[in-house]
């Protein structure tokens, strides 16, 4: 798992350069995670939060609500937070040398 401090993305229908009501969220971000059972979502319990700075282990949730600069949009601008931690894992399978 990678993480990086961000913004979620959107599609800029109107080219515009900010997130308004012409355009498309395209994802919803939690923060990162290590899944743990692999099974592609967060497991309370299971898997290791990565978010930075979080001290109580908690997963922050994707909240609906675009997060990052330049948004103004009417309602899916985040009134707390322009950045978020975005992250992508991949998943390794290790073969058995004999």
Sequence with gaps: TAWVLGEESYDDLNGNGVFDDADTFLNDTSGPFVDL???????????????????NGALTPADGLFNGSDCLH?????????????????????????
Excluded at 37 to 43: C, E, I
Excluded at 74 to 98: G, H, K, M, N
């Design 37 to 55: 059972d692999f099974s592609g979502t967060y497991t309370v319990g299971v898997d290791k939060v990565l978010f930075p700075g979080n001290t």
């Design 74 to 98: 009417s309602s899916l601008c985040s009134p707390t937070t322009t950045q978020v931690y975005i992250s992508d894992r991949i998943y390794v399978q290790i073969a058995e040398v004999p």
